[in-house]
């Protein structure tokens, strides 16, 4: 099975920035899509960022040009450069992973900006 570890989480004052990583292990072909979903309390879980294994990214409009997705294929490794963070940002940030008929989620790493 796949599996997904998530780092880099934290408390951050509004304005500052965090760099959340996620390195998956396992059997996974080599055409995928990765990305960043977040959960607030009391929400949904919505989609921040997706990357595909050739680089195509999108983004949620409320975080473009605020947060950079990006990917290391020799690694199975995605990133997510979060900066001018704001307290709305505030949720547990989770790292997925797409491929074929697979769908796996990593733990989530909680993010809190504070004001």
């Known amino acids: 099975q796949v599996q997904l570890v998530e780092s880099g989480g934290g408390l951050v004052q509004a304005g500052g920035s965090l760099r959340l990583s996620c390195a998956a292990s396992?059997?996974?072909?080599?055409?995928?899509?990765m990305g960043w979903y977040c959960q607030a309390p009391g929400k949904q879980r919505e989609l921040v960022a997706t990357?595909?294994?050739?680089?195509?990214?999108n983004y949620a409009d409320s975080v473009k040009g605020r947060f950079t997705i990006s990917r290391d294929n020799a690694k199975n490794t995605v990133y997510l450069q979060m900066n001018s963070l704001k307290p709305e940002d505030t949720a547990v940030y989770y790292c997925?992973?797409?491929?074929?008929?697979?769908?796996?989620w990593g733990q989530g790493t909680q993010v809190t900006v504070s004001s």
């Open positions: 990357i595909t294994s050739g680089g195509y990214t």
């Open positions: 997925n992973i797409r491929y074929l008929l697979a769908n796996y």
């Open positions: 396992g059997s996974i072909f080599s055409r995928n899509v």
